[in-house]
């Protein structure tokens, strides 16, 4: 979409025709060299096609049309049609035939209900949060919550004030260049296409995520820049505040109000309590459209040890692997089973209880060194997505993976997690906040009570 953006701007705002020529051929050759490089890399570092896993695009145009969300990614809707055994093409066949579906289901008006609700799920906080919330810094042993996990709520509200500024400043700046026939500069024309692209994309075609809105935000601050440039800021204080000088104090008061009221009005969310797992550990994040599966041999046993620093844990194990035979037509049949788990604290020599999903019953794990024993109980080789393998990279070195003894190249998918009852965001945190803008507001009420010591205009020329 900002490679289109692009091509449209050296269309539009290209001096002559020769330039536009050798521009969009720079262009051209450009997209070109990276498309054909990336297959070159990609061969040289011995990358091979697997259609197993391969995904098709439809995948992510059916989520977007999810009637039941607001486009956005779905546990049960992402893997609908991923089971193994299937070809890229079937995948596509039947993604296809669920988007028809979805789409007879709406009418105009809640087709356009739902793209609305996909734009706002995804531009409405100004700062991601979906993704990147429960993330972890690592420590010498184990895992630590990071400052966007301790800190997201609050930096998501306190943002909004910015987020709000910069919209609204960027909207006038455009309306007012259309609405007095202004020329738009290049980069800027380049800049809106880009966002208008992007927006257009996510929003009408494919499934929406908060961070997704990132890719605007470069443009919408090119944009916002050249605001700021083009307004006189000093000027507007002067005009604005010739209005507001005489009823200062009164705004103050409504605008002290409003804030009160916002500050009680939201104040539950400092004693209201959720639940909250504070992970220990974390390894490794499973491939996003699965993987090439390990292989284990018939009663072979893998074992793991790791170690856990506080007590009251929940342990997950992806526990689920499965065997292959053939059948009259030679074709692969696959009969899903699960791995026969055992986990032991050899501090405490205790065996821990796992269930056949994998997990443990909850706050079971304590302190202490644990024995994490895989083993294939049956008469032939089985297959696990539960382990992966992650070939020459050799994590032995690094305290926080834990890979299985005697094969660095293989690790366990698994996450140890402590359970605990906290609030979305600390009376510290909230009370920082509201003082803050109640700051600013005091600083702006001064400003424009003493703007003319403040600001020394000259007065003939506004």
Not at 43 to 68: D, F, H, S
Not at 340 to 364: F, P, R, Y
Not at 376 to 390: F, H
Request: proline share 3%; with cysteine; net charge positive.
């Amino acid at each position: 979409m900002i490679i289109i953006a692009l091509l449209i701007t050296i269309v539009l705002m290209g001096q002559t025709l020769r330039q536009k020529f050798v521009q969009i051929s720079i262009l051209i050759a450009t997209v070109i060299v990276v498309y054909f490089g990336s297959s070159v890399i990609q061969t040289a570092q011995r990358y091979e096609r697997n259609n197993q896993v391969v995904t098709p695009a439809t995948r992510y145009i059916n989520m977007g049309l999810n009637p039941n969300t607001s486009g956005q990614i779905d546990g049960n809707d992402a893997w609908l049609y991923e089971q193994p055994g299937r070809t890229p093409k079937e995948k596509n066949r039947l993604y296809l035939s669920s988007i028809k579906r979805r789409l007879l289901n709406y009418s105009v008006g809640s087709l356009s209900e739902h793209f609305l609700k996909k734009a706002t799920y995804m531009y409405g906080t100004g700062l991601t949060i979906q993704d990147f919330f429960y993330w972890y810094a690592g420590n010498k042993n184990n895992l630590e919550e990071s400052i966007l996990d301790r800190f997201g709520v609050t930096l998501v509200n306190g943002f909004q004030f910015f987020y709000i500024l910069l919209s609204v400043m960027t909207f006038v700046f455009l309306w007012r260049h259309l609405k007095n026939k202004r020329s738009i500069p290049p980069v800027v024309l380049f800049s809106v296409l880009g966002v208008l692209g992007v927006c257009a994309f996510q929003v009408g075609l494919w499934e929406v995520r908060d961070r997704y809105s990132l890719l605007a935000v470069p443009f919408t601050v090119f944009i916002f820049s050249y605001a700021l440039a083009e307004l006189d800021i000093v000027g507007w204080i002067s005009r604005f505040g010739s209005v507001l000088k005489q009823d200062v104090i009164r705004y103050f008061i409504i605008s002290t109000g409003l804030l009160v009221f916002g500050y009680l009005s939201n104040y539950s969310l400092t004693t209201q309590l959720v639940e909250k797992n504070n992970v220990s550990i974390h390894q490794p994040y499973v491939a996003y459209a699965g993987q090439s599966d390990v292989k284990i041999k018939a009663h072979d046993k893998l074992k793991i040890t790791f170690d856990v620093e506080t007590t009251g844990n929940t342990g997950i194990f992806y526990n689920s692997a499965y065997s292959i035979s053939s059948d009259s037509k030679s074709q692969q049949v696959k009969k899903y089973l699960p791995l026969q788990i055992s986990l032991m604290n050899t501090t405490l020599h205790k065996s821990i209880e796992v269930d056949s999903n994998g997990n443990t019953k909850a706050n079971t794990m304590q302190k202490g060194k644990y024995v994490l024993t895989l083993t294939n109980p049956t008469n032939q080789a089985i297959y696990t997505q539960g382990i992966i393998d992650i070939g020459k990279a050799d994590f032995s070195f690094n305290s926080l993976y834990r890979s299985i003894s005697g094969h660095p190249e293989l690790m366990p998918v698994m996450t140890v997690a402590r359970s605990s009852q906290n609030t979305l965001v600390s009376k510290k945190q909230y009370n920082a906040m509201f003082t803050l803008l109640f700051v600013i507001l005091c600083i702006i009420t001064y400003m424009f009570r003493k703007k003319d010591k403040i600001l020394p205009l000259n007065k003939s020329k506004i």
